[in-house]
């Protein structure tokens, strides 16, 4: 997504509080979508500093959860260029949905599936935290869904608050 400057932006005298105005909207979205990302992009890094090696399986599925990040681009644009945001809410979430499913899915085969994974911690704990994040953060994002209803910010705001709880990936994985 790239922010665009309006069309009458050099006939018409924006002061900078309309120019705010204008691109909050779009700012937000934008500003949850890249916090996403990095986040994913860390836990993911920190997942990777535990493998000992990988397989065509791990490749795969890594693929699959790149491909799912790049899907929150479209959604996250869709909020620069039309009016209801709604739809662009769920479609996001949608997105992050899928991001999630994909991420875990990663995770479980990497730490539970396969001998890729160093094991220097408690696999009883990892079983644990993995079934714990596979069910309480699709939960998270449905409630997210369910709110765009309501206010599409406050879904937003769920989603955003839910990424601030794992910005600092556990040591654990």
């Not at 309309?18 to 909050?24: G, H, S, T, V």
């Not at 490749?59 to 790149?66: A, E, G, I, P, R």
Request: aromatic share 14%; charged share 15%; hydrophobic share 50%.
């Amino acid at each position: 997504m790239s922010l665009k400057a309006p069309i009458d932006y050099d006939t018409n005298d924006y002061s900078f509080v309309e120019l705010l105005r204008l691109y909050i909207p779009q700012l937000i979205p934008y500003a949850v979508s890249f916090l996403v990302i990095s986040v994913q992009l860390i836990n993911h890094h920190v997942l990777l500093g535990k493998m000992h090696e990988v397989d065509n399986t791990f490749v795969w599925l890594n693929l699959l959860f790149l491909f799912s990040l790049s899907l929150i681009v479209f959604p996250t644009a869709l909020f620069g260029y039309h009016q209801n945001k709604e739809a662009s809410t769920t479609l996001l979430i949608l997105a992050f949905l899928f991001k999630g499913f994909v991420y875990r899915l990663v995770k479980y085969y990497v730490v539970l599936k396969s001998n890729l994974y160093r094991r220097d911690s408690d696999s009883c704990n990892s079983r644990r935290n993995i079934f714990i994040n596979a069910v309480i953060d699709p939960l998270i994002e449905v409630i997210a869904l369910i709110f765009i209803q309501y206010n599409y910010m406050i879904s937003l705001g769920i989603i955003f608050i839910m990424t601030l709880r794992s910005i600092s990936p556990s040591k654990r994985v």
